[in-house]
Protein backbone atom coordinates (compact mmCIF):
# COMPACT_ATOMS: atom_id res chain seq x y z
CA UNK A 1 0.00 0.00 0.00
CA UNK A 2 0.93 3.33 -0.78
CA UNK A 3 2.07 5.94 1.94
CA UNK A 4 -0.75 7.62 1.24
CA UNK A 5 -2.34 5.04 3.61
CA UNK A 6 -0.08 6.46 6.41
CA UNK A 7 -1.18 9.54 6.10
CA UNK A 8 -5.01 8.86 6.31
CA UNK A 9 -4.31 6.18 9.60
CA UNK A 10 -2.14 9.66 11.06
CA UNK A 11 -4.92 11.55 10.41
CA UNK A 12 -8.02 10.45 11.79
CA UNK A 13 -5.90 9.00 15.07
CA UNK A 14 -5.32 13.02 15.31
CA UNK A 15 -8.93 13.59 14.87
CA UNK A 16 -9.98 10.59 16.88
CA UNK A 17 -7.93 12.11 19.80
CA UNK A 18 -5.17 10.07 19.70
CA UNK A 19 -1.61 11.98 20.95
CA UNK A 20 0.71 9.35 19.27
CA UNK A 21 1.07 6.85 16.37
CA UNK A 22 3.92 4.64 15.30
CA UNK A 23 4.30 1.92 12.84
CA UNK A 24 6.69 -1.28 13.24
CA UNK A 25 6.79 -4.36 11.62
CA UNK A 26 5.89 -7.77 13.29
CA UNK A 27 9.19 -8.65 14.96
CA UNK A 28 10.75 -10.07 18.83
CA UNK A 29 9.75 -7.40 21.23
CA UNK A 30 13.08 -5.79 22.49
CA UNK A 31 12.82 -6.27 26.34
CA UNK A 32 11.13 -9.79 25.61
CA UNK A 33 14.35 -11.50 27.29
CA UNK A 34 13.80 -9.12 30.12
CA UNK A 35 10.29 -10.07 30.73
CA UNK A 36 11.09 -13.41 30.82
CA UNK A 37 14.00 -13.15 33.54
CA UNK A 38 11.19 -11.04 35.43
CA UNK A 39 8.58 -13.99 35.36
CA UNK A 40 11.70 -16.47 35.82
CA UNK A 41 12.13 -14.42 39.23
CA UNK A 42 8.21 -14.77 40.29
CA UNK A 43 8.10 -10.68 40.54
CA UNK A 44 4.83 -10.96 38.69
CA UNK A 45 3.28 -12.41 42.09
CA UNK A 46 0.02 -14.55 41.67
CA UNK A 47 -0.91 -12.57 37.65
CA UNK A 48 -0.59 -16.29 36.05
CA UNK A 49 -1.80 -15.25 33.29
CA UNK A 50 1.19 -13.47 32.24
CA UNK A 51 3.24 -16.53 32.00
CA UNK A 52 1.21 -18.19 29.49
CA UNK A 53 1.07 -17.17 25.55
CA UNK A 54 4.83 -16.61 26.22
CA UNK A 55 5.59 -17.75 22.68
CA UNK A 56 2.67 -15.29 21.07
CA UNK A 57 4.39 -12.21 23.24
CA UNK A 58 7.82 -13.42 21.38
CA UNK A 59 6.07 -13.53 18.19
CA UNK A 60 3.69 -10.59 17.78
CA UNK A 61 2.83 -11.74 13.93
CA UNK A 62 1.02 -14.38 15.65
CA UNK A 63 -1.55 -12.11 17.11
CA UNK A 64 -2.44 -12.10 13.99
CA UNK A 65 -1.37 -14.94 10.92
CA UNK A 66 -0.24 -12.96 7.95
CA UNK A 67 0.50 -9.94 9.82
CA UNK A 68 2.77 -7.41 7.91
CA UNK A 69 1.80 -3.85 9.89
CA UNK A 70 1.76 -2.93 13.31
CA UNK A 71 0.15 0.34 14.31
CA UNK A 72 0.45 1.56 17.96
CA UNK A 73 -1.31 4.29 19.20
CA UNK A 74 -1.44 6.59 22.69
CA UNK A 75 -4.71 7.52 23.87
CA UNK A 76 -4.62 10.33 26.71
CA UNK A 77 -6.29 9.54 30.35
CA UNK A 78 -7.48 12.34 33.02
CA UNK A 79 -4.18 14.52 34.16
CA UNK A 80 -6.65 14.75 37.78
CA UNK A 81 -6.75 12.07 40.45
CA UNK A 82 -10.18 11.08 40.76
CA UNK A 83 -10.91 11.36 45.08
CA UNK A 84 -13.78 10.68 47.27
CA UNK A 85 -15.13 13.27 49.70
CA UNK A 86 -12.64 12.03 52.32
CA UNK A 87 -9.47 12.80 50.19
CA UNK A 88 -9.24 9.23 49.13
CA UNK A 89 -7.99 8.63 45.39
CA UNK A 90 -8.67 5.88 42.74
CA UNK A 91 -5.55 6.19 40.20
CA UNK A 92 -6.37 8.62 36.98
CA UNK A 93 -6.57 6.07 34.32
CA UNK A 94 -9.70 4.66 36.13
CA UNK A 95 -11.88 7.56 35.14
CA UNK A 96 -14.73 6.63 36.79
CA UNK A 97 -17.11 8.81 35.35
CA UNK A 98 -16.67 7.18 31.81
CA UNK A 99 -17.22 4.37 30.42
CA UNK A 100 -14.00 1.39 30.74
CA UNK A 101 -11.50 2.45 28.45
CA UNK A 102 -11.02 -0.89 26.78
CA UNK A 103 -14.35 -0.41 25.39
CA UNK A 104 -14.00 3.40 24.11
CA UNK A 105 -10.56 2.61 22.70
CA UNK A 106 -11.90 -0.18 21.03
CA UNK A 107 -14.14 1.86 19.23
CA UNK A 108 -11.74 3.75 17.91
CA UNK A 109 -9.68 1.62 16.61
CA UNK A 110 -12.29 0.43 14.95
CA UNK A 111 -12.66 3.38 12.89
CA UNK A 112 -8.95 3.35 11.58
CA UNK A 113 -9.37 -0.01 10.68
CA UNK A 114 -12.42 1.21 8.91
CA UNK A 115 -10.13 3.07 6.53
CA UNK A 116 -7.50 0.18 6.12
CA UNK A 117 -10.49 -2.17 4.84
CA UNK A 118 -12.15 0.83 2.62
CA UNK A 119 -7.83 0.68 0.87
CA UNK A 120 -7.46 -3.10 0.81
CA UNK A 121 -10.97 -4.81 1.57
CA UNK A 122 -8.92 -8.26 1.74
CA UNK A 123 -7.07 -7.00 4.74
CA UNK A 124 -7.65 -8.83 8.29
CA UNK A 125 -7.55 -6.61 10.91
CA UNK A 126 -7.15 -7.13 15.35
CA UNK A 127 -7.26 -4.35 17.56
CA UNK A 128 -6.01 -4.89 20.74
CA UNK A 129 -6.45 -2.49 24.02
CA UNK A 130 -4.31 -3.92 27.31
CA UNK A 131 -5.49 -7.18 27.28
CA UNK A 132 -4.22 -9.31 24.50
CA UNK A 133 -0.92 -11.30 24.91
CA UNK A 134 1.45 -8.88 23.82
CA UNK A 135 4.10 -6.72 25.16
CA UNK A 136 2.45 -3.53 24.28
CA UNK A 137 5.21 -0.82 25.79
CA UNK A 138 7.84 -2.43 24.04
CA UNK A 139 6.19 -2.15 20.33
CA UNK A 140 5.01 1.45 21.39
CA UNK A 141 8.55 1.83 22.36
CA UNK A 142 10.13 0.30 19.00
CA UNK A 143 7.54 2.10 17.12
CA UNK A 144 9.01 5.55 18.11
CA UNK A 145 5.75 6.70 19.85
CA UNK A 146 8.08 6.95 23.77
CA UNK A 147 10.91 5.95 25.88
CA UNK A 148 10.64 3.77 28.78
CA UNK A 149 11.29 5.55 32.01
CA UNK A 150 13.01 4.11 34.83
CA UNK A 151 9.46 3.69 36.68
CA UNK A 152 8.65 0.73 33.19
CA UNK A 153 5.84 3.18 32.00
CA UNK A 154 5.61 4.41 28.35
CA UNK A 155 6.49 8.30 28.57
CA UNK A 156 5.53 10.75 25.76
CA UNK A 157 7.94 13.12 24.72
CA UNK A 158 5.92 16.18 24.93
CA UNK A 159 2.61 14.71 26.59
CA UNK A 160 4.07 12.39 29.94
CA UNK A 161 2.89 8.67 30.67
CA UNK A 162 -0.80 9.46 31.26
CA UNK A 163 -1.27 7.26 28.21
CA UNK A 164 -3.54 4.47 26.72
CA UNK A 165 -1.73 2.10 24.44
CA UNK A 166 -3.65 0.80 21.78
CA UNK A 167 -2.13 -1.36 18.33
CA UNK A 168 -3.61 -2.28 15.25
CA UNK A 169 -2.43 -5.35 13.57
CA UNK A 170 -3.13 -5.88 10.15
CA UNK A 171 -2.24 -7.77 7.02
CA UNK A 172 -2.21 -4.81 4.88
CA UNK A 173 1.48 -3.74 4.07
CA UNK A 174 1.74 -0.01 4.98
CA UNK A 175 4.33 1.94 3.63
CA UNK A 176 5.37 4.31 6.51
CA UNK A 177 9.04 5.73 7.30
CA UNK A 178 11.06 4.10 9.62
CA UNK A 179 11.97 5.97 12.76
CA UNK A 180 14.42 5.18 15.56
CA UNK A 181 13.06 4.88 19.16
CA UNK A 182 13.65 7.63 21.62
CA UNK A 183 15.77 6.40 24.13
CA UNK A 184 15.70 7.44 27.53
CA UNK A 185 15.53 10.55 28.75
CA UNK A 186 15.31 10.05 32.47
CA UNK A 187 18.91 11.67 32.82
CA UNK A 188 20.02 11.00 37.19
CA UNK A 189 16.78 11.38 37.75
CA UNK A 190 14.71 8.75 40.26
CA UNK A 191 11.80 10.35 41.69
CA UNK A 192 10.21 7.29 40.78
CA UNK A 193 12.13 5.21 42.52
CA UNK A 194 12.17 7.49 45.73
CA UNK A 195 8.46 7.53 45.74
CA UNK A 196 7.25 4.37 45.48
CA UNK A 197 6.27 3.41 49.41
CA UNK A 198 6.79 -0.39 49.35
CA UNK A 199 10.19 -0.50 47.30
CA UNK A 200 8.42 -1.86 44.29
CA UNK A 201 10.56 -0.17 42.08
CA UNK A 202 13.65 -1.54 43.36
CA UNK A 203 16.16 0.37 40.70
CA UNK A 204 16.20 1.42 37.70
CA UNK A 205 13.67 0.00 35.17
CA UNK A 206 13.22 -2.83 37.40
CA UNK A 207 10.04 -3.63 39.61
CA UNK A 208 8.02 -6.24 42.05
CA UNK A 209 4.47 -6.60 41.59
CA UNK A 210 4.59 -8.50 45.04
CA UNK A 211 5.33 -4.89 46.75
CA UNK A 212 3.30 -2.97 43.99
CA UNK A 213 -0.13 -1.01 45.37
CA UNK A 214 -1.80 -1.30 41.82
CA UNK A 215 -1.51 -5.10 42.03
CA UNK A 216 -2.61 -5.64 45.84
CA UNK A 217 -5.46 -3.18 45.68
CA UNK A 218 -6.90 -4.45 42.34
CA UNK A 219 -5.58 -7.43 41.17
CA UNK A 220 -4.53 -9.09 44.95
CA UNK A 221 -8.06 -11.52 45.98
CA UNK A 222 -6.46 -12.04 49.58
CA UNK A 223 -6.05 -10.09 53.00
CA UNK A 224 -3.75 -7.39 52.52
CA UNK A 225 -1.20 -7.01 55.44
CA UNK A 226 -2.65 -4.39 58.10
CA UNK A 227 1.46 -2.72 58.04
CA UNK A 228 1.02 -1.80 54.37
CA UNK A 229 -2.45 0.51 55.06
CA UNK A 230 -0.49 3.18 55.86
CA UNK A 231 0.96 3.32 52.73
CA UNK A 232 -1.97 2.73 50.99
CA UNK A 233 -3.15 6.22 51.66
CA UNK A 234 -4.31 8.08 49.68
CA UNK A 235 -4.95 5.66 47.44
CA UNK A 236 -7.46 3.02 47.56
CA UNK A 237 -7.38 1.69 44.02
CA UNK A 238 -4.52 2.13 41.87
CA UNK A 239 -1.37 4.40 42.75
CA UNK A 240 0.16 6.96 40.73
CA UNK A 241 2.80 7.89 42.69
CA UNK A 242 5.68 7.41 40.36
CA UNK A 243 3.83 9.18 37.76
CA UNK A 244 2.93 12.02 39.65
CA UNK A 245 6.59 12.66 40.96
CA UNK A 246 7.61 12.42 36.93
CA UNK A 247 9.25 15.55 35.50
CA UNK A 248 7.35 15.06 32.21
CA UNK A 249 4.18 14.38 34.05
CA UNK A 250 1.78 17.78 35.06
CA UNK A 251 1.51 18.91 38.61
CA UNK A 252 -0.63 16.83 40.83
CA UNK A 253 -5.01 18.04 40.49
CA UNK A 254 -7.66 16.14 42.43
CA UNK A 255 -10.87 15.90 41.08
CA UNK A 256 -13.77 15.29 43.83
CA UNK A 257 -16.45 12.71 41.85
CA UNK A 258 -16.19 9.72 43.98
CA UNK A 259 -18.81 8.35 46.55
CA UNK A 260 -17.75 8.84 49.87
CA UNK A 261 -15.66 5.66 51.58
CA UNK A 262 -19.15 5.12 53.79
CA UNK A 263 -20.84 5.03 50.80
CA UNK A 264 -19.03 2.56 49.10
CA UNK A 265 -18.67 0.38 52.30
CA UNK A 266 -22.90 0.35 52.15
CA UNK A 267 -22.85 -0.27 48.68
CA UNK A 268 -24.39 -3.85 47.25
CA UNK A 269 -23.14 -5.14 44.39
CA UNK A 270 -26.36 -4.51 42.65
CA UNK A 271 -26.15 -0.52 42.81
CA UNK A 272 -22.05 -0.82 42.25
CA UNK A 273 -22.69 -2.74 38.90
CA UNK A 274 -25.63 -0.03 38.09
CA UNK A 275 -23.25 2.92 38.59
CA UNK A 276 -19.68 1.49 37.64
CA UNK A 277 -20.48 -1.34 36.24
CA UNK A 278 -19.10 -0.34 32.83
CA UNK A 279 -16.55 1.65 34.17
CA UNK A 280 -12.35 0.55 34.63
CA UNK A 281 -13.58 0.18 38.34
CA UNK A 282 -15.44 -2.86 37.60
CA UNK A 283 -12.07 -4.59 37.00
CA UNK A 284 -11.18 -4.73 41.06
CA UNK A 285 -14.93 -5.10 42.15
CA UNK A 286 -16.79 -3.51 44.56
CA UNK A 287 -15.79 -6.39 47.11
CA UNK A 288 -11.74 -5.43 46.74
CA UNK A 289 -12.92 -1.67 47.22
CA UNK A 290 -14.46 -2.25 50.91
CA UNK A 291 -11.71 -3.98 51.77
CA UNK A 292 -9.56 -1.21 50.54
CA UNK A 293 -11.06 1.19 52.23
CA UNK A 294 -12.12 -0.57 55.57
CA UNK A 295 -7.85 -1.08 55.55
CA UNK A 296 -7.38 2.45 55.40
CA UNK A 297 -10.21 4.15 56.91
CA UNK A 298 -9.18 2.22 60.50
CA UNK A 299 -5.55 3.18 59.96
CA UNK A 300 -6.47 6.83 59.74
Known sequence: MSSDLYEKIKEEAERLGFIKVGFLRPKRPVFFDYF???LKERRNADMHWLERYVEIRADPERILPGCRTIICLAYPYS??????????????????????YHLRIKRLGKRIGNIIKKADPESRIRICVDSAPILERSLAYMAGIGFIGKNNMLIVPGYGSYVFLSEIFTT?????????????????????????????????????????MSYLTIEYSGEIKKGL?????????????????CPFNPKEEKEVCLPSAKEFIDM???????????????????KKIKRNLRLIMDSL
Open 268 to 286: DEDEFKRRFGRTALSRAGI
Open 79 to 100: KKVHSTLEGLFAARYSEPMKED
Open 36 to 38: LNW
Open 229 to 245: AKKLYPFFLGCDRCQEV
Open 172 to 212: TYIEFPEKEPIEQNCNICENCLNACPTGALYAPHRFDSRLC
